[in-house]
């Protein structure tokens, strides 16, 4: 590659005007400092949070793509009561990507950077929808020998956040888990870690379909929160595991509330005696994600022994600490092929990722339909 | 005392049939064990808490009053909703007064009981609305000399209320506070005790004229939450002071939700660059009461730093352990004529207590309407 000066990166902007655009940059390829190395980028996924930074929340009916097709850009219209949420990035090029994979081809003078030339590995550190990527040595994850950038390009957001609420779970001094929006990748994620750990956790799905798949997962308690015994089922589950805490994917509405409504009916179906505060062991919700922007609804008919918050991966790495957080890592790169292996619906260049019709699929965020950019693909 | 062999009691029951009965029971006076004390109560506090187990909920305009003036029994009915929570408690006759105070006029054999014969104790132990009661010498907190029943009747709830919100602010790394209905008793202590600890307190009411009711206690920031400016005032209060931590007493409604925002704003307002995930500081906010019954509604417009949660005095006790709650209580007894000094509209007797015209009045829980019960009051 040595003899090529530039690459492509994929850019968002926010216009005042609530215009998102989208495109591809032309960017020189940086020297590597003496402790970095510099990664050809061969895989990386789309997940939600990168959509919140690459598509800031713009009204995807509106998208229009204008340019070739080697060099597309798209636009679309922001909504008002989103727009205000992204004030603080007008009109600044943003790159996008939080995680992925690739082969080292060049380092820097030192010598951990020198002992990782010509190796795969992974990498949390944004701007990864690119050719190429500069990183410090230290913030690269080894894969082992055999493993394909696409097989170690989710090696991070995912793992460490199913890790992370077990860790949280563990921390906090609860013995079993829930997990709303259950079927998605992440869901059948946590699903075989708690399997392989020993975890009771009870999934909740939106819809009767996605109980096979997690079955298939091998889980054993799955609760659909569209059917008319939700309320009945939920509670059972949290008889059966004595789960306490719940990682909540859609924040919105009322099912945070619900939960936290069935835990208490969960404990007191074993209580002893009238509590006029309700029971005593304490019922946590974390809100990790916003697949529903509404607000959120509690009835606060759980007792006093509650709380609601946000989760984020960031937030829980800086709270257990460095040494702590290199472990999970360690085990993520372990384990990358079997607990913490992903699966992708399509592999797109960043040309393809901008087309429209591709747009309307992995903007949706559909369970089932995830998505890897290879920026190297065909070039 | 010691010729007579049985004293009143207030007691509280829920019927099957969703009627509340609240009537005087006439009760063996105790005969103190080797550790206890009989404590002829002379002054105890109608407290919100107090007001939940008395009245079950049930709809006030519904009082009636049978029997005679010096034993009434009054009923009143319960509304469905309210009904199904106080299921735990039917046909229990229960006894109510959270706390209280009076004179020692009776011991066991034990020293620790003997020491205190005579004495002016206050007492947090249930069964408060009683002529006696017998309690371990142990819980019994002695009164500094000269203090008399009436002036130690509220040691406990309001003054370690008020000391363990600061403590809860110590323990979790905030360094300034929040708190709703901030005119009410719990309230105007709060101020007193922030303005003695150079602690920064915002103060939240529900209407204009209770701002100078907390001006008077010596408050700086009083943020009138029915004003067309109050989300300005609340930002600019959190951006004086600082504070991240919330205590409310309202419970429904957007409040909780207003002042994550805020506190959110407030961060924003010094943050440096643009964090898609808001700012780092976590915001909290504890709710403690029950004003608005409704549901609690979130924006979630606060980044994902944040809290929301119930707080429960019995909890926060058990939290810091028996030796740290006591040096919780020495303080509230040493301070208890001025920082945690409380004011009452009215001192009633038992049977005073049950007439239908002051039940309207200290039902309500108005602002400065607060009520002591003299159990002993014309007997």
Known sequence: MTDQATGL???????????????????????PKPDEVLVRVEASPINPSDLGLMLAGADLATV???????????????????FKGV???????????????????????????????????????GAMYAQFRAVKASQCLVLPEGTTPAQGASCFVNPLTALGMVETMRLEGHSALAHTAAASNLGQMLQKLCLKDGIELVNIVRSPEHVNLLRTSGAKHVVVSSGPTFMDDLTAAFVATGATLAFDAVGGGKLASQMLSCMEAAANRTAKEYSRYGSTKHKQVYIYGGLDRGPTELTRNFGMAWGI????????????????????????AAEIQTTFASHYTKVVSLAEALRPEEIAVYGKQATGQKYLINPNKGL
């Open 9 to 31: 990166q994929l850019r968002s902007t926010v216009r005042k005007d609530a215009t998102l655009e989208v495109s591809l940059a032309e960017v020189p390829i940086p020297e």
């Open 64 to 82: 229009k793509v204008s340019g070739s097709s080697e060099n597309p850009v798209v636009t679309a219209h922001i909504p008002p009561a989103v």
């Open 87 to 125: 004030a603080g990035r007008l009109d600044q090029s943003l790159a996008v990507g939080n995680e992925g994979a690739g082969v080292v081809v060049r380092a820097g003078s030192s010598d951990e950077a020198r002992a990782l030339e010509g190796k795969t590995v992974a990498i949390l550190g």
């Open 309 to 332: 918050g946000g989760w984020l991966l960031t937030a829980f790495l800086m709270r257990v600490g460095p040494a702590a957080a290199q472990r999970l890592r360690e085990r993520v």
